[in-house]
């Protein structure tokens, strides 16, 4: 069964500090790990990682996947309270449109 | 450009009723993906709908329907509720453009469906 699974469930840090996301993933035919960020209600797209080792990279926040180990991270350093928000890791397979599998998310809250 | 939308923000209904939620996907999008978040999980595919036709589902049962318009908005049908199926329905468009791995879903902000 595919599935995707996200540690820690959820995190609490201070202002300033660096933070490491996990997602290890099991999808068959898979075609890429999606990362998206989920402050309130509707989910926002951060990264689309299809090769392994080639970080992507978006300000403070950068995330890099490991094909052979079914592995991603997702870093975000000098972290701010608007980072505050549920991280989601996210299997994509199939067909170009994209059949998603979503992890639990990664519950962050930074504290001033 | 409004992006998603979805209507209504908030709808509680009671077990064994029916519910309708709609959603009008981003301007140019053509593809809608219906999901369903249970508190504290991931979203769940529920299905998808391309040219007014579902073109893929999840593993969920018959009582969940959907319907494309020809202008690409697109309802959820819920029949005989059940109180599990208390939930943030979470509606996605897409494009379809030829030579792209990853057509990047666009979520809407989503109907909190509460089932007493």
């Known amino acids: 069964e595919d599935k995707v699974v996200q540690s820690p469930l959820s995190l609490v840090v201070h202002e300033g500090d660096t933070v490491t996301l996990n997602c290890s993933y099991e999808v068959t035919n898979f075609r890429s790990l999606l990362w998206y960020k989920q402050e309130k209600k509707a989910p926002t797209f951060l990264f689309m990682l299809t090769s392994s080792g080639i970080e992507k990279k978006s300000g403070r926040l950068s995330s890099i996947l490991d094909k052979k180990e079914l592995f991603s991270i997702l870093n975000i350093t000098a972290t701010q309270t608007g980072d505050s928000a549920v991280y989601l890791c996210v299997g994509n397979y199939g067909g170009s449109q994209g059949n998603l599998i979503f992890g639990k998310g990664t519950k962050l809250s930074v504290k001033p | 450009d409004a992006g998603v939308t979805q209507s209504p923000t908030h709808l509680i209904k009671t077990r064994g009723q029916q519910v309708t939620l709609r959603c009008s996907p981003k301007?140019?999008?053509?593809?809608v993906s219906w999901y369903q978040q249970a508190l504290g999980q991931g979203p769940q595919f529920i299905f998808q709908?391309?040219?007014?036709?579902?073109?893929q589902r999840g593993n969920f049962p018959d009582r969940f329907s959907g319907h494309q318009f020809p202008n690409y908005s697109s309802e959820l049908n819920v029949n005989a509720l059940l109180l599990g199926d208390s939930a943030l329905y979470l509606c996605a468009s897409s494009s379809t453009l030829a030579g792209t791995s990853y057509n990047e879903q666009f979520f809407g902000p989503g109907t909190r469906l509460t089932v007493l």
């Open positions: 301007s140019g999008h053509d593809t």
């Open positions: 709908y391309y040219e007014e036709e579902e073109r």
